[in-house]
C-alpha cells in the first residue's frame, strides 16, 4: 500500500514536471530558430535584390503573416501581467471598501 508521501511517486511527478517542462523549450527553441533563419532569408533576399522599395513591397505582402509569431509570443505574457495587475487593483479596491479604509 502506497502512502500520499511516497518518495518515488514524488521523484516520478518532478521527472514528468522536469520532461514537461524540457519539450516546451524546446518547442520555443525550435520556433525562435525558424523565425530567426526566415528574418534572414528575407533580408538576404532584399539585399540581393539591392533593396529597391518593390523588393519591399513584394517581401512585405509575402511576409507579412510571419510578424504574426512574436506577436503573438509577447502578446500572451503582457495579457496575463496586465490582467493579473487589473484583478490586484479590483481586490485592493474591495479590500478597503470592506473595511472602510482610505
Do not use: C
Request: charged share 25%.
Amino acid at each position: 500500500m502506497q502512502t500520499i508521501d511516497d518518495p518515488a511517486r514524488e521523484a516520478r511527478q518532478n521527472a514528468e514536471e522536469r520532461r514537461q517542462k524540457d519539450d516546451r523549450a524546446t518547442v520555443w527553441a525550435f520556433v525562435w530558430t525558424l523565425f530567426a533563419f526566415k528574418l534572414a532569408t528575407i533580408v538576404a533576399i532584399a539585399w540581393a535584390a539591392s533593396g529597391g522599395g518593390e523588393t519591399a513591397l513584394v517581401l512585405g505582402a509575402t511576409n507579412w503573416f510571419w510578424l504574426l509569431l512574436p506577436a503573438f509570443a509577447v502578446a500572451g505574457p503582457f495579457l496575463f501581467h496586465y490582467r493579473l495587475r487589473r484583478v490586484r487593483r479590483r481586490r485592493e479596491q474591495l479590500r478597503r471598501a470592506e473595511w472602510m479604509l482610505e
